[in-house]
């Protein structure tokens, strides 16, 4: 059981900045995500903290060790590739025994481990076979075995799934989960896709331009998003986003949105602004009520899922995702009564972006995860 | 044959329109190849079985007796030798080489696309033009070779290159390997841009040096390439003629006298076109003993 620790980690590609200061401590046994849109630095940081490329300013640690002038294979960890990079013309068992040869275990140490990793991921069947007469999902496991045949300190994980159908990706989703939980090792995972992130991970790090943007357990990501950027790229549908005006009046915060006018909680602000306040709101699709309410709201779009509908509304010039059940009954055109879940409304500065609730123990439903 | 068949069992006029329009387009194709490739050989078998003056290409039917004579005599046994050392040797060379300069090339070195062009240079500079320099070079009066390594104190006397053995075979060994190795260098270069990074990375933490990343990464993934350039080039290096040829002569004392240097000399020193044709027939022979693994390995390959 090991941390590892990002200290001001720097990396420039020539003249291309990729991370420009990078702080991130993962605490040991923990199943953390590196979360972000694509070109967002996922990768480069992983590939620093497997040694394969050299950050150009900063110190990483594993556990204790300063691990910056390292060899890959001197650092303890294990990685699992998106192409999973197995070698073609060798058998699954010399695939999965290959790190315990280079490593120098002892010839007739090697069958029993390798018997044991094949057992974990139920690849005994599969031990002679090239890695080309295996499925994805298959040559998926085998590379998991190669990782954890030697037990590593951290295991390394760059979209592994992301080469897999949806099916097998959901079944290999609960295969990680369980492996995390059965080994207990401190596990990094780079993903784009955050029902990933969302369902494995014990906290996610949320990654733009190479900057962290927060890191935190999934619950409080998705509840609690520290800033706009969070708020716009974690959920599905996305948040409806818009800019508003916040001004006390008579002690209570009152959001000025569009042509819409919504008294907030009085303790909804970490502050209260002196006079008028540019913010961006972001409401969640769930928090947005159809059919009571004072505001009038006119249907645009309508796209059922089957179980929940996704509707596209217009109210007070702001245009509002909300989520309701399959069987309610609404056509384009309709105008209908709307309302906002007033206590769930985050806000944000419009000019830097940053969260300016307060932290209330409501708004925090979080479930408080841990399988170690 | 197929054709006809068809065209029997058809009576439709367009189909056998089409028929005859295919008949048409493979023709030059099978023409071209029966004057150049199956009438030649036919004609070598032919005349393998005469003796036949040169000059004159009259001469009487002789049987199998060219073939009695050709494999009784020590000159086609010590030319086959000399024809194999030759073979094993520079295409030895040839892979090392290659390989080599294919990996340097591989790399992100300085100038790297003038350095891969400028590696083909021996491949395409004609044999006559090269062979020419290279006799230059190891001139034992004024060739550079024999002078700097007297300048170093390697050696005190002009080093005879050419006229001595083991030295000819040596350097006729070696500027084979130096005229052909580009052809490795580019087969093996283009293969090894298709290996996937992400393995020299999964080998690299899985705790392989640079040695175990070549034996376990590159070397099989360039197996196949190999086996193919190795077959190639030694059926093109069995049947080396020129460079040999202008470099020693077979010389000295016929001890770098492989075996097309053999039907050379019975053609036109001897005269003797019957011998001649039945060297070269049993040098098919043994060439194509390669063919038959090539084609077999190639067939094996293609799905
Ligand atoms: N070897 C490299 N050379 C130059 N730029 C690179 C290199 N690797 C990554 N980058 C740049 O760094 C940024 C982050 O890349 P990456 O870590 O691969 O993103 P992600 O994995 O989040 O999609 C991108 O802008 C990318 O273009
Ligand atoms: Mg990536």
């Not at chain 1, 706009?228 to 986003?241: C, D, E, H, Q, Y």
């Not at chain 1, 409401?283 to 249907?299: K, L, Q």
């Not at chain 2, 360039?222 to 077959?231: A, P």
């Amino acid at each position: 059981m090991v941390t590892v620790t990002f200290d001001k980690v720097r990396k420039a590609f020539g003249a291309t900045v990729a991370i420009p200061g990078l702080d991130l401590a993962i605490a040991s046994g923990e199943f953390v995500s590196l979360l972000g849109p694509s070109g967002c630095g996922k990768t480069t940081t992983l590939r620093m903290l497997a040694g394969l490329e050299q950050p150009t300013a900063g110190e990483i640690r594993i556990g204790e060790r300063t691990v910056n002038n390292l060899a890959p294979s001197e650092r303890d960890i294990a990685m699992v590739f998106q192409s999973y990079a197995l070698y073609p013309h060798m058998s699954v068992r010399e695939n999965i025994a290959y790190p315990l040869k280079k490593r120098g275990v002892p010839k007739a140490d090697r069958p029993a481990m390798v018997q044991a990793a094949a057992d974990l991921l139920q690849l005994g069947p599969l031990l002679d076979r090239k890695p080309r007469q295996l499925s994805g999902g298959q040559q998926q496991r085998v590379a998991l075995g190669r990782a954890l045949v030697r037990e590593p300190k951290v295991f390394l994980l760059d979209e592994p799934l992301s080469n897999l159908d949806a099916k097998l990706r959901a079944h290999m989703r609960a295969e990680l989960i369980e492996l995390h939980r059965r080994l207990g090792k401190t596990m990094v995972y780079v993903t784009h896709d955050q029902l990933e992130a969302m369902t494995m991970s014990t906290r996610i790090a949320v990654m733009q331009g190479g900057v962290l943007q927060q890191f935190a357990m999934p619950g409080e990501i998705y509840h609690r998003p520290a800033n706009t950027f969070v708020a716009g790229f974690i959920g599905t549908p996305s948040m409806t986003l818009a800019d508003g005006e916040i001004a006390m009046d008579q002690g209570r915060p009152v959001l000025k949105l569009g042509t819409l006018s919504l008294e907030l909680p009085s303790d909804h602000l970490s502050d209260r602004p002196d006079g008028t306040r540019r913010v961006t709101v972001a409401v969640r699709p769930e928090d947005i009520i159809i059919g009571t309410g004072s505001f009038r709201a006119n249907v645009r779009l309508v796209e059922p899922t089957g179980h929940e509908s996704i509707v596209l509304v217009n109210a007070g010039d702001v245009g509002f995702t909300v989520r309701v059940a399959g069987d309610t009954v609404l056509k384009a055109g309709e105008t209908i009564p709307l309302d906002l879940r007033r206590e769930r409304i985050h806000v944000f500065d419009r000019e830097t972006g940053r969260r300016l609730n307060a932290d209330r123990a409501a708004a925090t439903a979080d479930s408080v995860r841990s399988r170690a | 044959m197929t054709i006809a068949a068809s065209q029997h069992r058809t009576q439709n006029p367009l189909e056998r329109r089409y028929a005859l329009l295919g008949v048409l387009l493979i023709a030059p194709t099978v023409l071209i190849l029966c004057a150049v490739i199956v009438y030649p050989l036919i004609s070598a078998i032919y005349l393998s079985l005469f003796s036949i003056y040169t000059p004159t290409l009259k001469g009487s039917w002789v049987g199998l007796d060219n073939y009695v004579q050709v494999f009784g005599s020590s000159g086609f046994w010590s030319a086959l030798g000399t024809t194999v050392t030759w073979t094993v040797g520079t295409l030895f060379l040839q892979i090392v080489f290659g390989v080599a300069m294919a990996l340097l090339l591989n790399q992100n070195i300085l100038f790297r696309s003038l350095a891969r062009s400028l590696v083909l240079f021996p491949y395409f500079v004609s044999t006559v033009v090269a062979v020419l320099i290279w006799r230059w070079l190891f001139n034992d009066l004024y060739g550079i070779l024999s002078h700097l390594l007297i300048q170093f104190g390697v050696v005190d006397m002009p080093v005879d290159w050419l006229g001595k053995m083991p030295n000819a075979m040596a350097s006729v060994i070696f500027v084979g390997a130096w005229k052909f190795f580009p052809f490795v260098v580019i087969a093996v270069l283009a293969r090894l841009q298709t290996i996937p990074e992400q393995l020299y990375e999964a080998a690299t933490i899985d705790g392989a040096g640079v040695f175990g990343r070549f034996f376990d990464v590159t070397l099989p993934q360039l197996k196949d390439v190999l086996t193919i350039v190795i077959l190639l080039r030694t059926i093109w290096d069995f049947k080396e003629f020129d460079l040999i040829y202008l470099l020693t002569g077979g010389g000295p004392v016929n001890n770098t006298r492989t075996l097309p240097l053999i039907v050379y000399q019975q053609a036109f020193g001897l005269n003797q076109m019957g011998v001649a044709a039945t060297y070269a027939v049993a040098m098919m022979l043994v060439m194509l003993a390669f063919m038959l693994i090539y084609l077999y390995r190639a067939r094996r390959q293609s799905p």
